[in-house]
């Protein structure tokens, strides 16, 4: 049987990489449905190859857009909706098997919620869900029967070294997060960084935000809250090394010493297949790595010095409660304001550390209370630029 996939966020990268493989297994997958956000073309692109029932454009205001731009090209017969809140209705469709949420930003918390509640197997991209609501998500993970299993390389890296670990040893284990560094590694002067130079990944082809995180070392402070809640690891075992050729994507050293590395092509084609074929491994859709032309692997320490979004993430998670969330909240109104040239490069981290120092965060806390601490982190940091 075929399994019936819904794909949130499909116009963005780890979307279209998901539709690339997809296509290549016509004989076990089929796309039932697609979301974007506001660009029509884009979308229009994605329903052209996947073919879709139905086709979701977050920006409410471009329905109309949409399904004109369908009927001219043949496809007047997908059904359009629009709006955030039918994007979380895919993700609970009856009608999907299998839920691709890549989502960007807090806007993904709520459908990453609303397939868990469903109790779908939920191949996970959106690291803000876990990042702002970790303890909620598992919890519903847990009492829904859903099947979580992570598409970000390092975290799939990570899901792959644990496979088959009983639970004292996957407790006792370390967790070790790889980054290449972004476009400023091994600088320690990051004044007067532009948008464009920072956006420059030298590795992967990324949105502007997520290659904001990059150069910014966020999505690492991102990566170990995410970690943490995903494989049940305290904080204080989970490392950060920065790993420039992106090949080991991440390792888990257990308390005998050994070490357990997923290494492979930089290519988000192989988390993206493994997820969606797991516990089956299929012939890969990216050519094998060429161990003889690697020649050397290289690590070095992360600097939280410099890069002090790192240094921030670390201090919201002994903080607790929702104290990611704000994090993550303030970083994605920096972040905007900087692609915006509106603040400069270092002002990102000093907003969002800002925020994390601003209050105790502790506590119990509701899906309610993620939303409230994630507008009112924005509004801090439009109120303090």
């Not at 598409?151 to 899901?159: G, K, M, Q």
């Not at 994630?374 to 630029?385: G, I, N, T």
Request: charged share 25%; hydrophobic share 45%; with cysteine.
């Amino acid at each position: 049987m075929t399994q019936s996939i819904t794909i949130l966020g499909a116009t963005g990268s780890i979307g279209r990489s998901t539709l690339d493989v997809v296509s290549r297994y016509p004989e076990r997958f089929s796309v039932h449905a697609v979301a974007g956000g506001s660009r029509v073309e884009p979308l229009v692109d994605v329903c052209l190859s996947a073919r879709p029932k139905r086709a979701v454009i977050a920006d409410a205001s471009k329905v109309v857009e949409l399904e004109q731009a369908l009927c001219t090209v043949g496809l007047g017969d997908i059904e359009v909706l629009g709006g955030p809140e039918a994007v979380s209705r895919l993700a609970d469709d009856p009608d999907t098997d299998v839920v691709v949420q890549a989502v960007v930003g807090a806007a993904g918390v709520a459908p990453t919620f609303a397939a868990a509640r469903a109790g779908k197997r939920l191949l996970l991209a959106n690291k803000e869900s876990v990042v702002c609501g970790g303890r909620l998500l598992m919890e519903t993970v847990r009492n829904s029967g859903c099947e979580l299993l992570p598409v970000d390389s390092e975290h799939n890296a990570i899901f792959q070294c644990l496979a088959g670990a009983t639970e004292k040893a996957r407790a006792g284990a370390r967790i070790v997060l790889t980054a290449s560094g972004g476009p400023f590694r091994g600088r320690t002067n990051l004044e007067g960084i532009t948008p464009e130079q920072a956006v420059a990944h030298p590795k992967w082809s990324m949105g502007r935000k997520i290659s904001v995180d990059s150069a910014s070392l966020m999505n690492k402070g991102l990566e170990v809250i995410e970690a943490r809640w995903l494989f049940g690891v305290d904080a204080g075992r989970i490392d950060v090394v920065i790993h420039p050729g992106s090949v080991v994507h991440s390792m888990v050293q257990f308390r005998d010493g050994a070490v357990k590395a997923q290494i492979g092509t930089p290519d988000m084609h192989l988390p993206i297949q493994y997820a969606l074929t797991y516990p089956k491994r299929v012939p890969g859709v990216v050519p094998e790595l060429d161990f003889a032309a690697l020649k050397v692997l290289t690590f070095d320490v992360a600097d939280d010095e410099t890069f002090r979004c790192l240094a921030a993430c670390k201090k919201a998670i002994k903080k607790g409660g929702l104290g990611p969330c704000a994090a993550n909240g303030a970083n994605e109104e920096a972040v905007k304001l900087f692609l915006e040239d509106k603040i400069g490069f270092l002002d990102i981290g000093r907003l969002v550390e800002a925020v994390v120092d601003s209050d105790s965060f502790g506590g119990e806390y509701t899906l309610s209370d993620v939303y409230e601490c994630d507008r009112m982190a924005r509004e801090f940091v439009r109120a303090h630029l």
